[in-house]
């Protein structure tokens, strides 16, 4: 940014017009009629105003406090030009003045020293050679009343003081208007230097208020002072979060702050506020009046490019091994089925290698799973319109399981939203999520459906929920629930919501199972990097 330079300033008009001054001066003009004329009215000293002609004072007093208010009035409104005005105000000013000494006996009274007011705010207002106008009419207006007292009275020449009193009114015009320049010009420098700060402000707020990384300002109380909306939307915070304790709101974040200001430097650490926010890295710089600035990342990125990395390298690994595996599972299989048919009718024989048969169908079943995940293709994230395609897909699940409709209830709060994301890719891990949700269900309930699927948007997120009206999640389950090979349900491989929170974390999603809801809950959440909406 560069410095206003003098060259710069000056090629811009000579000088600001600003009426501000113009409607100081007559609050002034206001309050010295009406002293002019309380005085007179209420007989305060000095005694000598209206002493020579007491009528005509009263009259001109009266008539100088209505045009003084209306000239505020019209100052105020900033009615016609600005130029003029100011010109017709002044020359009434020397006019009204003149009078007052006049009727009041003359330049002894030391009245004529209100000109050099006038004078002087003319050359601050319209200086130039105006000025030296206002300046000249002045002097002429005192040299016309010391002629007619000297013609209407004792004879004596009081032209010195008239003189001296004329020199006094060209040197503070000329005093005036060079300081009038010095202040005006210093006034465009320090308004130009006021708007680029102004513009500057509000480029670093908007660049802060825009920002993907969370922006968190608390002082040494642990108070929040400032937050940007990416803040608030990975801490789940509102928008009034300011002034609030951060341990009351987020007591992790406030734990891990508390203890990187004991010089921990291992205390700030990738933390997840709740289930359905997503998870957030913390970096802390600590100001010079003790304040302290966190800035928090989102991990997701980072996430999906690890995770994307992981899967190639566990899909490599896994392919080999299983294929590996396959073989001698087919070769046990085969025989066991031999061994069933040579003895066929003997009880315990049957017993024994239906065991074999059944466990190496389950171990098969796994390993379809360890080569599906090898074979996965490269995410390509398409848009998605979700209304339409969960519509489809609650069609789909159903004919295929001989469901009825009914059984599944699907809830639209965001009918025009659509997300980023890999469609053959979420529709694996909406049918693993569904199917775990009807097979838990509880069927008892035939009021209501088994299955909720409810698409709505918080915290300018696309979030889809899959509940069902089964017990739940058990806590002791909840500590494993997305580890590969942990399941409780008879026959499973632990692998499907292993793998569903794996293509989430691929395409940038997020699975999460929320255990605080009323009854069993898996959310997919969008951020919103990956988020539109449709207008």
């Known amino acids: 940014m560069k410095w206003l330079s003098f060259k710069s300033v000056s090629s811009a008009p000579s000088f600001v017009i600003s009426w501000r001054e113009l409607t100081i001066f007559s609050a002034y003009r206001m309050f010295l009629a009406i002293m002019l004329f309380a005085v007179f009215e209420l007989r305060l000293p000095p005694v000598f105003l209206g002493e020579v002609n007491p009528d005509l004072y009263l009259t001109i007093s009266q008539f100088y406090l209505f045009t003084a208010l209306g000239w505020l009035v019209l100052s105020l409104n900033q009615w016609g030009r600005f130029s003029t005005q100011t010109q017709i105000q002044l020359i009434s000013d020397i006019v009204f003045i003149t009078l007052f000494v006049h009727t009041s006996g003359g330049l002894p009274t030391g009245l004529g020293t209100l000109l050099v007011v006038v004078v002087g705010a003319g050359a601050a ?181 690890a995770q994307q990395l992981k899967l190639a390298s566990l899909g490599r690994l896994t392919a080999s091994i299983a294929h590996e595996v396959r073989n001698p599972l087919g070769a046990i299989s085969h025989a066991s089925e031999l061994l069933a048919e040579t003895h066929n009718g003997n009880e315990s024989s049957t017993k024994l290698t239906d065991i074999i048969q059944r466990h190496s169908a389950r171990v098969n079943g796994i390993i379809e799973t360890i080569l599906e995940m090898s074979r996965r293709k490269a995410v390509k994230p398409t848009l998605v319109a979700l209304t339409p395609w969960l519509n489809k897909f609650v069609n789909e699940f159903c004919e295929l399981k001989n469901i009825q409709a009914k059984e599944i209830e699907l809830v639209i709060d965001c009918s025009l939203t659509s997300v980023n994301m890999d469609a053959e890719q979420l529709h694996q891990v909406m049918w693993n999520l569904v199917e775990n949700a009807w097979h838990y269900s509880d069927s008892k309930f035939e009021m209501k459906p088994r299955i909720q699927i409810h698409l709505h948007q918080k915290n300018n997120e696309a979030m889809i929920d899959v509940m069902d009206n089964g017990r739940g999640v058990s806590e002791k389950m909840q500590l494993h629930l997305f580890e590969p090979f942990h399941s409780d349900r008879t026959g499973g491989t632990g692998l499907g919501l292993y793998l569903a929170r794996e293509l989430c974390q691929a395409n940038g999603a997020r699975l999460n199972y929320l255990p605080d809801q009323q009854q069993s809950c898996f959310r997919i959440s969008f951020p919103l990097v990956n988020q539109r909406t449709l207008q």
Request: net charge negative; no cysteine.
């Open 125 to 305: 207002l319209i200086p130039g050679r105006m000025s030296v106008f206002i300046a000249a009419m002045a002097t002429l207006s005192v040299l016309l009343e010391v002629s007619y007292t000297q013609i209407t009275g004792d004879g004596v020449t009081k032209y010195s003081h008239a003189g001296m009193l004329g020199a006094t009114f060209f040197v503070t015009a000329l005093l005036a208007q060079t300081l009038s320049q010095k202040m005006k010009f210093s006034q465009v420098v320090a308004e130009q230097h006021a708007q680029n700060a102004a513009k500057s402000a509000a480029l670093n707020e908007h660049i802060i208020s825009s920002m993907q990384t969370g922006v968190l300002v608390v002082d040494e109380y642990g108070v929040v002072r400032l937050s940007n909306e990416s803040a608030r939307s990975l801490l789940g915070l509102n928008n009034a979060s300011t002034g609030i304790l951060l341990s009351d709101t987020v007591p992790a974040l406030s734990k891990q702050l508390l203890m990187w200001r004991n010089h921990n430097e291992s205390a700030l650490q990738t933390v997840q506020i709740r289930p359905d926010l997503p998870e957030i890295h913390a970096r802390a710089a600590e100001l010079n009046n003790g304040e302290t600035v966190i800035y928090l990342d989102n991990t997701s990125a980072l996430a999906q490019q």
